[in-house]
Every structure is written in C-alpha cells, then in structure tokens.
C-alpha cells in the first residue's frame, strides 16, 4: 500500500472539523485559547489527539477504542512537563 503524504495533514483537518462541530452543537463545551493565537491553540489540542491515535494504529489497534479515549482525555489534562518530572 502507497502511503499518503499528506495524511496526517488529512487527519488532522478532520479532526478539526470534527471538533468545531462538536463545540458549535454543545451547551457544555467551549474553546479557551488560553491567550495563545487559535491556529496555535488548534494545533496543540489536534497534535495530541492525532498522535495518540496514530500510534494506536501504527501499534495495531492492541488496546480497545475505550482504552485509547481514556488515554487522550488523560493527556488533555498533562502537560508534558508533568511527564518529565
């Protein structure tokens, strides 16, 4: 199989979309740039999603879906200086 090169690219914009959907249609959910500029902000929040997904693949689909959306909402809440120390 050809790999795409513009696949994460892809994936990423997506999710993106996927994303600004789900906070236009929530009552709950907001985006805070947390004074950062939103590309910036965007980018953050999709680069950790879309590594851990991709690993997940890359892996072979080992762990369950469960277990990957408990390991991306966790990562939502560290940093990754707190993984360092």
């Known amino acids: 199989m050809k790999e795409d090169p513009n696949f994460v690219q892809k994936f990423k914009d997506l999710l993106r979309e996927l994303l600004i959907s789900r906070v236009k249609e929530s009552d709950t959910l907001h985006l805070s740039l947390q004074g950062l500029p939103q590309d910036y902000a965007y980018e953050i929040l999709l680069s950790k ?3 851990v997904v991709l690993l997940w693949i890359k892996k072979g689909g080992v762990e ?3 277990d ?6 966790k990562a939502k809440e560290i940093s990754p200086y707190q993984i360092l120390i």
Do not use: K, P, Y
């Open 68 to 73: 990957i959306a408990t390991i991306i909402a």
């Open 49 to 51: 999603v879309a590594s």
């Open 64 to 66: 369950s879906i469960e």
